[in-house]
């Protein structure tokens, strides 16, 4: 690839055109759309259904064994407006994870952090650093940056989650790095209770000051969906409202979960909806209860419990519950507030 040339009809302009590629410069007065009154957003307003990503799951989960998969039978959902890219939006990848019965994923670790969601079933296990995290349906569980995870499938029944990774945000920042777990058979542990749980998953009590772990993320890697269930309730009867956000924190600090993901639940009353309103970055959303439409942009998609949805930068949204609607979303915006860059406003 070389340089772009510009061309001009005036011969000696353009003979200077020709210099300046040859030298692998650009003339800025030729170059347009750098700087736009608002943001230029290629992803796409998109959903994909559950019934869909259910069904292709198990297909994929009787043709292709998990070590052909390089290690994870993940289907990623690929933004239209991202000219093939396997990312929901422009900064996140999103995807459904179906996991066979008795099946393992083996571990391994990256600089890309993950979360996972549980749309469906119980009885996987995530251990990250060696830490056993159950995982069942409505459960937030983390795999921080660098951290090693495994997941193995424990029930006679599959398991399906939805993935998100920070991966193209790191891969812009050219930082991703990856490693194998150790390929010694590792003790495939189970715990009712996870050590994070242990120590930071009590509510109003943490371990005094100096014998807190501080890591640049939450030290409690599991948030329990009987636990988000009561605060939105508790939170919906306090305020009275037809709608509650609660953001899920790091319990140490009060701050985002992990450095590039905030993650927040949402329930909607039924017959009611949430404000419309508009926000920087970008976010992925999943259904966890309940039915209604997401409004996004120009789109009004119906959805039902585990549909996945890509929400882009700057673009209106909203949700409007049949029944009580329950949601699930995270988005790369600890990473624009850190930088000074996230704006969020609420349309009439
Ligand atoms: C990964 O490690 C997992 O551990 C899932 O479950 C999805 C997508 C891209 C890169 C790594 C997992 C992934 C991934």
Redesign the pocket.
């Known amino acids: 690839m070389s340089t772009r040339r510009f061309e001009t009809p005036d011969p000696e302009l353009d003979l200077l055109y020709r210099d300046l590629a040859d030298q692998d410069l650009q003339p800025l007065w030729e170059l347009k759309g750098l700087l736009t009154p608002t943001p230029t957003v290629r992803s796409v307003p998109h959903r994909w259904t559950a019934k869909e990503l259910r069904a292709l799951g198990e297909r994929a989960g009787h043709l292709v064994p998990i070590d052909r998969g390089g ?2 039978r ?1 289907l ?1 959902c690929a933004n239209p407006g991202l000219d093939g890219a396997p990312y929901a939006v422009s900064t996140l ?1 999103a ?1 459904a ?1 179906y996991l066979g019965p008795h099946e393992v ?1 083996p571990a ?1 670790r ?1 600089t ?1 952090a ?1 979360l ?1 969601f549980v749309l469906e079933g119980t009885g996987v296990w995530t251990l990250v650093d060696g830490d056993p995290l159950a995982m069942s349906a409505g459960d937030l569980i983390l ?1 921080p940056s660098w951290s090693f ?1 495994e ?1 193995h499938n424990t029930a006679d029944q599959p398991m399906l989650w939805m ?1 998100v ?1 920070d ?1 193209p945000m790191v891969a812009a920042l050219e930082a991703v790095f990856f490693e194998e777990g150790p390929s010694e058979e590792v003790e495939r542990l189970t715990a009712t209770v996870s050590d994070s749980e242990r120590r930071y998953g009590n509510p109003g009590l943490l371990p005094p000051p100096g014998l807190r772990a501080r890591p640049r993320h939450s030290p409690l890697l599991a948030y329990r969906w009987a636990d988000t269930d009561l605060a939105l309730s508790r939170r919906l009867d306090a305020t009275g409202a037809e709608f509650a956000t609660l953001a899920y924190v790091d319990p140490t600090r009060g701050t985002d979960v992990m450095p590039t993901m905030r993650c927040e639940a949402h329930r909607v009353r039924g017959g009611s909806r949430s404000p419309l309103v508009r926000q920087t970055g970008s976010r992925i959303a999943t259904v966890f209860r309940g039915s209604g439409v997401a409004v996004v942009g120009e789109h009004r998609f119906d959805v039902a419990p585990g549909d996945i949805l890509a929400i882009p930068s700057w673009t209106p949204w909203r949700l409007e519950a049949h029944d009580p609607l329950d949601v699930f979303s995270t988005s790369d915006a600890p990473v624009l507030d850190a930088l000074g860059l996230y704006r969020e406003e609420e349309l009439s």
């Open positions: 290690d994870r993940v990623a990848w995807a994870q994923a391994h990256h890309p993950a996972r795999t995870h997941h993935d990774l991966l």
